[in-house]
């Protein structure tokens, strides 16, 4: 099971930290991705890191803002946002999957995925 944390109301402009930790398994073999869903919209790939965390993919919204990474000795991945911005709102989940490669950030590629933490960026 994959558990995020962190989301919340944030200034535009201002930051947050989501956390995705792993219950019951290890995400040593799993590469990560973080997705996200906006009222009234699909849901987007934000970012994704492979399992050494010797690769990492975003999306071009997010670029130069976001940073993936992971602390595998603590189960835990992490998303840090910075210069948020209104539309950044929206429900984020983290995805897991053995076979993921982070090449693309497509939903498909991932089986386990977490309920989601709501980030509201609003003033």
């Known amino acids: 099971q994959l558990v995020e944390s962190g989301g919340g109301l944030v200034q535009p402009g201002g930051s947050l930290r989501l956390s995705c930790a792993a219950s019951?398994?290890?995400?040593?073999?799993?590469?990560i991705g973080w997705f996200r869903q906006a009222p009234g919209k699909g849901r987007e790939g934000v970012s994704c890191?492979?399992?050494?965390?010797?690769?990492?993919n975003y999306a071009d919204s997010v670029k130069g803002r976001f940073t993936i990474s992971r602390d595998n000795a603590k189960n835990t991945v992490y998303l840090e946002m910075h210069s948020l911005k209104p539309e950044d709102t929206g429900l984020y989940y983290c995805?897991?999957?053995?076979?993921?490669?982070?090449?693309?950030?497509?939903?498909?590629?991932?089986?386990?995925w977490g309920r989601g933490t709501q980030v509201t960026v609003s003033s």
């Open positions: 019951g398994f290890t995400l040593d073999y799993s590469a």
């Open positions: 890191i492979t399992r050494s965390g010797g690769r990492t």
């Open positions: 995805a897991g999957d053995y076979q993921a490669t982070c090449a693309l950030l497509h939903e498909g590629d991932f089986g386990a």
